[in-house]
């Protein structure tokens, strides 16, 4: 599975962003599906995971009620929309694939990692 991230940016407080991760191959609706993201000098972060029927989601603490991540299996791709964002939530974020839902919520680990896209929270 190979994975494409895009639609960061720079965006001042308050405001959104929609990140998209497309996903190449015939089996996407056998992966869960997750977003991480990664801050200088910090740790990766589990942001948000769907399940491959898109029915069970999960989300970090954090971003509660101001993200949501939503998949569209005929288009091979997941998505993260990202509402009143906060300068705390400024880093790399990438998309992940695993089978193991379980696993990949868990943040312990995936499968398959795309590269990155630069989320800037700032005025």
């Known amino acids: 599975v190979q994975l494409q991230a895009s639609g960061g940016g720079l965006v001042q407080p308050g405001g959104s962003l929609r990140l998209s991760c497309a996903a190449s191959?015939?089996?996407?609706?056998?992966?869960?599906m997750a977003w991480f993201r990664q801050a200088p000098g910090k740790e990766r972060e589990f942001v948000a995971g769907?399940?491959?029927?898109?029915?069970?989601?999960k989300y970090v603490d954090s971003v509660k009620g101001r993200f949501t991540i939503s998949r569209d299996n005929r288009k091979n791709t997941v998505y993260l929309q990202m509402n009143n964002l906060k300068p705390e939530d400024t880093a790399v974020y990438f998309c992940?694939?695993?089978?193991?839902?379980?696993?990949?919520?868990?943040?312990?680990?995936?499968?398959?990692r795309g590269q990155g896209t630069q989320v800037t929270v700032s005025s």
């Open positions: 992940v694939a695993d089978p193991d839902f379980k696993t990949l919520v868990s943040g312990t680990g995936y499968t398959y």
């Open positions: 191959g015939r089996t996407f609706s056998a992966y869960g």
């Open positions: 769907i399940s491959g029927s898109g029915y069970v989601t």
